[in-house]
């Protein structure tokens, strides 16, 4: 061939390279770029000046690039022959694409590698409809190895299965493709899960979740299953890679450990949890009715402590079987707890005549019977609530129910009560209550009163002891009624500190206008003793209202040194006393270990409750004890408090005992914040009259 033949031949050459669709890269013997056409850098990015003098490898290999299909290229240039190959390939932007790469090695006519040629086409789509790459073939590999693998077109025809899914469905590929997952579909979820599933892969994100399939045989096994949607280049979704793990196993044990927690061991009965459950299943329906009943067996500790629990568990096992026998055609029955059972009873059973039904299941479980030969009468008590109308929840119920059995334990056992209206009632007053409770909290309900607290020896005014007040609609609420209902509501604290404030304030009030309270003992409920920070409160408030802590006493009761919370208490009443603040040990002697209390605690004084104050006049007994107590008090450098002292001759009494202070309605009683003002105003300019 001539020269000028030779270089019209290059020229072609290079023109058709140039107009071709295809990406090619030439590459000297050591592999680095020496030129790239035009489709070269519309497909990666990269012009030539960017390529010239890199490897291919160096611009459009990454993470996703995988070691295999690097290893085929250079085996093939080493051993001069021409392969193709799919490369996950990196655009200059980041974004990757499958590449088809043809590498092409051209020698001289000796037979030495003078240059690489390498044609790239970008098969991302392609390869994603056919599911042919060496990249899919390694990841299927793997996938085989462990896990379930099917794959499906976007409307869920099964399009492929790897032989882990035949061999757990017991159906061969042939029976599956073409196929929807319906086949091993078991039935055992609600179709709520499966439209999920559907609207989650859809919108091309990932679902997982755990189910429940059932083979060619009929067996049931589960999956954890992983759906993954594969999108082509344009967002559309071209098909879903499931993934799944055989967990049969672990979904037997977890089932079966799950039934062994619903379930009471002695009885086979279902146990409290599983009958709150039912019960809750069954009020949800529109049309639930019928009965709870609650059944005691009457002296069932006499029984075991005399006989034996052998024996007791004998009589458990008859009356789960009894109650199996008469209620479990209409309804569910449980054992509850020790000597409790509970049923539920459907009202198909009992609409016409709910108390005859009771009635009859009461005699059925009180016939006579036999505890390993020794003839034996259970005698039962029954509680019954009917639902709905004693109760939109399952709580309520079985707290109306407990009412009624109380009830009829209450008339001599052996007996069945329906629970009342008049229960109802003391029900609805506890409520409102509660509510009350609430409303005060929030819209400053809660005030102050104070009782005047006086020297026994002088007659003379000392202080005042604080008591929380609750007024609702302008009516006196009693703290006997209050009280306990904010103590099981958890609002003691926050209304000991509403109380604690509302004190403060008043005595600053009242040195402000030139009259001193005397000390301040405010009482503080062991729950809000008990938190952290309580002491640094405390000195806030002082600080807040310019009072001294030599001004302040808090009342704690003996509840509130016992318990897990010795050491924080412990610490609470040392920073307290540090300050100067002093502490009382309220209503002495009607709790646990006192005599250890005074003994292991840091406390000023001890207030001896009134219970020990109202007989004295009459009770030798109990003028004993204060005497007691107060020659006690005192060796301990402790002074003493009578609370409740109402009459001349109690008060003469604690005098002749030795009290020190008294309070009660002999000297004063609880006075409104206005009313203490005035008593301050008389008090003090009595004394400054006598003085005179």
Excluded at 19 to 47: C, K
Excluded at 136 to 162: C, E, M, P, W
Excluded at 179 to 208: A, Q
Excluded at 351 to 372: C, N, Q, V, Y
């Amino acid at each position: 061939m001539s020269t000028s033949q030779e270089v019209k031949s290059d020229a072609l050459s290079r023109l058709i390279a140039e107009h071709v669709r295809d990406s090619i890269i030439l590459m000297d013997a050591l592999g680095r770029v020496v030129w790239v056409n035009p489709a070269f850098t519309e497909l990666n990015g990269y012009a030539l000046e960017d390529a010239l003098g890199k490897k291919p490898s160096e611009l459009l290999c990454g993470s996703a690039t995988t070691l295999e299909s690097s290893k085929a290229l250079a085996k093939a240039t080493s051993e001069r022959s021409v392969i193709r190959v799919d490369v996950v390939t990196y655009k200059q932007s980041g974004q990757t694409y499958v590449a088809e790469t043809k590498r092409i090695p051209i020698v001289d006519h000796d037979g030495e590698l003078i240059h690489l040629v390498d044609i790239q086409r970008d098969v991302s789509e392609e390869r994603a409809l056919k599911q042919d790459s060496i990249d899919f073939k390694a990841y299927q590999r793997a996938l085989d190895l462990q896990a379930i693998v099917s794959v499906t077109d976007a409307r869920g025809k099964i399009t492929f299965v790897n032989p882990k899914f035949t061999e757990i469905s017991g159906y061969s590929a042939e029976e599956l493709i073409g196929k929807t997952h319906r086949i091993v579909n078991s039935g055992y979820h609600d179709r709520s899960l499966f439209v999920e599933m559907w609207r989650t892969i859809r919108r091309g994100e990932t679902w997982h979740g755990e189910v429940c399939n059932r083979n060619k045989a009929g067996d049931i096994y589960w999956v954890d299953t992983t759906v993954v949607p594969v999108q082509g280049p344009d967002g559309k979704i071209l098909r879903y890679v499931s993934t799944r793990y055989d967990i049969t196993d672990r979904k037997r044990s977890e089932l079966e450990l799950e039934r062994l927690a619903l379930t009471d061991g002695l009885t086979g009965l279902a146990n409290r949890t599983r009958f709150l459950s039912m019960l809750k299943e069954l009020l949800a329906t529109e049309d639930g009715c019928g009965l709870i009943a609650l059944i005691d067996l009457d002296h069932f500790k006499v029984l075991n402590d005399s006989k034996g629990h052998f024996i007791g568990d004998l009589l458990l096992k008859e009356t789960a079987s009894r109650m199996k026998e008469f209620v479990g055609k209409y309804g569910t029955v449980a054992r509850l707890g020790g000597d409790e059972f509970g049923a539920i009873i459907h009202c198909d059973a009992v609409a016409r005549a709910p108390k005859a039904f009771i009635d009859t299941m009461h005699k059925k479980l009180s016939e006579p019977t036999s505890l390993e030969g020794a003839p034996y009468v259970p005698s039962f008590s029954l509680g019954v609530a009917q639902y709905p109308q004693d109760g939109a929840s399952a709580e309520m119920l079985l707290t109306n129910a407990d009412i009624a059995l109380y009830d009829a334990k209450r008339n001599g056992r052996g007996a069945w009560r329906f629970f009342d209206s008049s229960a109802q009632k003391r029900i609805d007053h506890r409520e409102r209550l509660e509510a009350i409770v609430v409303d005060a909290l929030a819209n400053e309900g809660f005030t102050i009163a104070l009782q005047p607290i006086c020297s026994v020896t002088k007659q003379e005014h000392v202080g005042f002891e604080v008591l929380a007040r609750l007024f609702h609609d302008g009516i006196f609420v009693p703290p006997d009624q209050f009280i306990p209902v904010a103590e099981e509501q958890g609002h003691i604290p926050a209304i000991g500190r509403l109380v604690l404030e509302k004190s403060f304030a008043f005595f600053g009030e009242m040195k402000n206008h030139g009259l001193h309270p005397g000390r301040l003992a405010v009482n503080v409920s062991p729950a809000q003793f008990r938190e952290p920070g309580f002491a640094e409160e405390v000195q806030d408030l002082l600080f807040r209202y310019c009072i001294a802590p030599t001004d302040l006493v808090l009342e704690i009761t003996e509840t509130a040194l016992i318990g897990r919370s010795k050491e924080l208490v412990e610490k609470t009443l040392r920073r307290l006393r540090a300050m100067g603040i002093s502490i009382s040990l309220d209503d002495f002697g009607t709790g646990f270990s006192s005599l250890s209390h005074l003994r292991d605690f840091s406390v000023d004084e001890i207030k001896v409750d009134k219970s020990f104050v109202q007989d004295l006049e009459a009770s030798a007994g109990d003028r004993a004890l204060i005497k007691g107590l107060v020659e006690l008090a005192h060796c301990l450098d402790l002074s003493v408090v009578a609370e409740g002292v109402e009459t001349l001759a109690q008060f003469e009494y604690v005098r002749d005992l030795g009290v020190d202070f008294a309070q009660g309605f002999f000297h004063a009683r609880p006075l409104s914040p206005r009313e203490a003002e005035e008593f301050l105003s008389q008090s003090q300019t009595s004394s400054m009259l006598q003085i005179g």
